[in-house]
């Protein structure tokens, strides 16, 4: 099911100014993890951050997530044209089985990065 | 690091006839992968998880016997539509993961285009 909700859907900004994305979910979780998609393509792994995790850098990208109010946010600083693409978050369910998990995936948000 | 690959990128088939779509692992050993379905504007849709040597795990309201998996190899998953219709024209991305580094992180390959006309 497609517990993830991303907001903005969409968002424009100037190149250079820090583009920030939020994700809520439903569901406990074991991880949260965040993708980009440029058009058409597949997708690039940006960042995970366990649910015993507050905050993680990358680069640029810093992620938070606050499961108590079960939502998290991507934040990309310094923006880029490069930047312009597609982010979901995706989310693992926390269950005591074990074994694999298939990703459930927000609804995106897409990201315009003006020259 | 790990790279999955699918064949074929694109494909256009006529109404009714089937189409496979293969998912590697080229530098892993898969025992899971997963397969989803993009449409266009939409997000990602977990349609099946495929297990190495077993039956696949169909996410609710996917058709198993509209949508064959095999995965009969630990670097092989296939994904066959059978009896294509231009509604089944989407992105199809598998995915997989690397169990052998201990991560959680699923690789994706680069999605294989169906339309269907």
């Known amino acids: 099911s497609q517990q993830g909700e991303e907001d903005p859907q969409a968002l424009s900004i100037q190149e250079g100014e820090n583009a920030t994305m939020n994700c809520s979910y439903k569901?406990?979780?074991?991880?949260l993890q965040w993708y980009r998609q440029n058009s058409g393509r597949g997708l690039v792994h940006l960042i995970l951050?366990?649910?015993?995790?507050r905050e993680k850098h990358s680069g640029r990208l810093r992620v938070t997530l606050d499961t108590s109010k079960k939502s998290s946010s991507l934040l990309i600083t310094a923006s880029r044209a490069a930047d312009t693409a597609s982010y979901f978050c995706?989310?693992?369910?926390?269950?005591?089985?074990?074994?694999?998990?298939?990703?459930?995936f927000g609804k995106g948000t897409h990201l315009i990065i003006q020259p | 690091g790990a790279v999955v690959s699918q064949h074929p990128s694109r494909v256009i088939c006529k109404s009714g006839t089937s189409v496979k779509i293969e998912c590697r692992s080229l530098?892993?050993?898969?025992?899971?992968m997963f397969w989803y379905r993009q449409f266009p504007k939409k997000s990602l849709m977990l349609m099946a998880t495929?297990?190495?040597?077993?039956?696949?795990t169909y996410e609710q309201g996917v058709e198993k016997d509209k949508f064959l998996i095999n995965h009969a190899s630990l670097t092989l998953s296939t994904l066959t539509v059978t009896s294509a219709h231009p509604e089944d024209s989407s992105f199809y991305i598998c995915?997989?993961?690397?169990w052998g580094q201990g991560s959680d992180e699923q690789y994706f390959g680069p999605g294989t285009r169906l339309t269907v006309t």
């Open positions: 995915s997989a993961r690397d």
């Open positions: 569901t406990s979780i074991n991880n």
């Open positions: 951050i366990r649910s015993n995790e």
């Open positions: 995706a989310t693992t369910t926390l269950w005591s089985g074990g074994g694999a998990d298939g990703l459930t």
């Open positions: 530098d892993f050993q898969a025992t899971t």
């Open positions: 495929s297990n190495e040597g077993s039956k696949a």
